[in-house]
């Protein structure tokens, strides 16, 4: 009998995201998992450079945005990319701190899916494939994937860090820095 081993939410409740909340009162919520299938099929195709590395974590960081991103329209197109944003500069700080402690990470740029700081693969990761595997959120395939959250719908901006970071630090380096893009705890 085959036996499935599905991936783990880690973070120091079980099963329990890391909710935070802005400035603005747009919700944020950043969950740490094993890599997906899919990853660890084409690592070598998406992250050339990591090839050697025994662990690799998957940092998944949700936006809520304040409108639904099912259309394309400039008052959108302007909200993903302040989205990004705000997920670039977060992404560069929790990145710099652990490669400064001697941890290979790395941010997938949500516009391209390729890495900001490594070689970039053959191919692009997915960040809503990823979601969508990790997650379970339902997607709807419209012009680009647009993912479904259960609180907030469509509202939604997903971006991805992978690093070799054991799960506890990089909650504890998240929990640090997240204040400092203004993103409490709630």
């Not at 997650?135 to 690093?163: D, F, M, R």
């Not at 630090?169 to 929990?175: D, L, Q, S």
Request: hydrophobic share 40%; with cysteine; charged share 20%.
């Amino acid at each position: 009998m085959n036996t499935v081993n599905y991936p783990q939410v880690y973070t120091s409740e079980q099963s329990c995201p890391i909710n935070l909340v802005g400035k603005t009162g747009q919700a944020v919520q950043i969950s740490i998992h094993s890599p997906s299938q899919y990853i660890c099929a084409n690592r070598e195709r998406i992250l050339p450079d990591w090839q050697h590395q025994p662990d690799l974590w998957v940092v998944i960081v949700l936006q809520q945005s304040r409108y639904q991103l099912i259309t394309s329209t400039t008052e959108i197109e302007i909200e993903k990319e302040r989205l990004r944003e705000k997920f670039m500069r977060f992404g560069c700080d929790i990145a710099f701190n652990l490669r400064d402690r001697g941890y290979l990470t790395d941010l997938i740029d949500p516009r391209t899916g390729y890495p900001l700081l490594s070689h970039p693969g053959a191919i692009p990761h997915n960040d809503t494939a990823v979601v969508k595997a990790l997650l379970k959120y339902q997607v709807i395939k419209n012009e680009c994937c647009v993912l479904i959250h259960p609180l907030w719908g469509t509202a939604v901006y997903p971006s991805v860090l992978v690093s070799v970071v054991p799960p506890i630090i990089m909650e504890t380096v998240i929990k640090d820095i997240a204040p400092l893009h203004g993103w409490n705890q709630e």
